[in-house]
């Protein structure tokens, strides 16, 4: 009987120390229990992914691989640092292979990739990975900051808007930073791109409109808020009523409210670092993982999922017009 008693508060305590850890147990919601296949526009989200095939990395992209065969995801929007730790140095890279190709292989993810870069893929060749697009079927990275539409159904539209945050932030100028990123980010013209970037608001008609830059603008991350963000991006999130900001940079998965903007953290592809909250955080978890969406004309749903497969959190945003 002691012994039976002894087995049964070890098992308790296992289960209770996995909850803690975020791990999956019987009764824990799976993604694949919830995700779909719903009706509208149907993409996942990720970022801070590339390292060469390691457990995490195929972890998440296995568990993204099923929740793209539920859901029909149309694409892939990959939020930066795409290759650790110093990007790519030419399309025929080996990484393209070891951390690309061989780990993202499922049928269900051979949609199209739509990539920015982050400031690891600032060390190397960034056009590398934009003249990749010219040889890779689903690589899609036509110039540095670029948009692409999407129709979600006959009468409803969306802009996704891409950015590349990179060259914004003045520490990677500074003398004292690393000299890879700092000769890439000089040759680059932020007032050009920022001019771009509030003409091509300016012009959407789209009934959503979704912002995607490798840097948080907000975040109880690591890396935290991003100043240069909060002052050249965020009023015109405002202005132009942006429903939504997706960002990595921060190896999590996080949930921020700036206003009427919702800025989603899916940093966490194949590696997982210290987070906490906010006064505007609604949710923040420290584990490996992605984000599914769906997009209805009168919502949006934003889906967090860990590499275990597990539900973590669920965000229905209604459209404000």
């Not at 099923?66 to 694409?75: D, M």
Request: glycine fraction near 8%; hydrophobic fraction near 40%.
């Amino acid at each position: 009987m002691k012994q039976s008693r002894r087995k049964f508060v070890r098992t308790l305590f296992v289960a209770t120390q996995a909850a803690l850890a975020g791990r999956f147990l019987p009764g824990a919601v799976r993604a694949a229990d919830t995700l779909g296949p719903p009706e509208g526009l149907n993409f996942i989200v990720f970022g801070d992914w590339g390292r060469n095939g390691e457990p995490d990395q195929m972890a998440v992209a296995g568990q993204m691989a099923k929740a793209a065969e539920t859901i029909g995801a149309k694409f892939v929007i990959s939020v930066g640092d795409n290759f650790y730790e110093d990007g790519v140095v030419s399309v025929n890279d080996k990484q393209w292979q070891s951390s690309f190709e061989k780990v993202y292989s499922a049928p269900s993810l051979q949609v199209p990739w739509r990539v920015i870069l982050g400031n690891h893929d600032y060390h190397a060749n960034c056009d590398a990975q934009i003249a990749y697009s010219k040889i890779s079927p689903r690589w899609k990275m036509p110039a540095r900051y670029h948009i692409q539409s999407e129709r979600i159904d006959p009468e409803t539209t969306v802009d996704f808007i891409y950015i590349d945050t990179t060259p914004m932030v003045k520490k990677y100028y500074a003398t004292d930073n690393s000299e890879k990123t700092r000769d890439q980010v000089i040759t680059q013209d932020v007032p050009k791109q920022l001019a771009w970037f509030k003409a091509a608001l300016a012009v959407s008609t789209a009934q959503w409109k979704i912002v995607v830059g490798h840097h948080p603008i907000y975040s109880g991350g690591e890396h935290g808020d991003t100043p240069e963000l909060i002052a050249a991006i965020l009023p015109l999130l405002h202005e132009h009523k942006v429903q939504a900001y997706f960002n990595g940079h921060d190896h999590d998965l996080q949930h921020l409210q700036a206003g009427a903007v919702n800025l989603f953290d899916s940093g966490a592809g194949s590696q997982f670092r210290g987070t906490s909250t906010t006064p505007r955080t609604k949710f923040a978890k420290a584990c490996s993982g992605f984000t599914t969406v769906n997009l209805q004309a009168g919502q949006m749903t934003v889906r967090m999922i860990d590499d275990k497969g597990t539900l973590l959190y669920t965000a229905t945003i209604p459209r404000v017009s």
